[in-house]
């Protein structure tokens, strides 16, 4: 994953997750160490950092999922960028409405963004995110949802 500064900015640093509140490389619950006290962690107030994928592969390939035992709801995600994004909703604080009735409390939502490594241009050892004038880009991501 990417660590990141107080403003929440990438300092450059790949950090390996293994052992850590943002190790997701087997199934667990988003809360489970939402909370833990590490420092990242606690720069985010939650997840609000990009994971690299470290397979090195191109191509769409699947790269996570979110399962909701109670609905039995699965989403899976697969993409061909080197990276994902994922906040756990740590800024929402009660005052914008939701859909449904009520407000959106904090961390009652999340947001998975397939993408480049934030910061990319400034940090010369992520992978390059320049487009140059002429060229065309294109990126697919699919966001499958299924009952299990």
Not at 28 to 47: E, H
Not at 54 to 81: F, P, W
Request: include cysteine; aromatic fraction near 10%; charge should be neutral.
């Amino acid at each position: 994953m990417l660590p990141v500064d107080a403003t929440l900015i990438p300092t450059g640093e790949l950090k390996a997750v293994a052992g850590t509140p943002f190790d997701f490389t087997t199934a667990k619950a988003i809360g489970k160490d939402i909370n833990a006290k590490d420092d990242q962690i606690a720069k985010g107030k939650g997840y609000d950092h990009c994971w690299i994928f470290s397979d090195n592969a191109t191509g769409v390939r699947e790269v996570g999922s979110l399962y909701h035992k109670a609905s039995g709801r699965l989403m899976t995600i697969s993409t061909d960028q080197p990276g994902i994004q994922f906040y756990s909703g740590n800024f929402l604080d009660g005052t914008k409405p939701s859909k449904t009735g009520g407000n959106y409390e904090l961390r009652t939502g999340l947001c998975l963004e397939t993408q480049h490594f934030p910061d990319a241009p400034n940090e010369p050892k992520f992978p390059s995110a320049v487009l140059n004038p002429g060229e065309k880009y294109t990126t697919k991501t699919v966001y499958k949802f299924s009952v299990k």
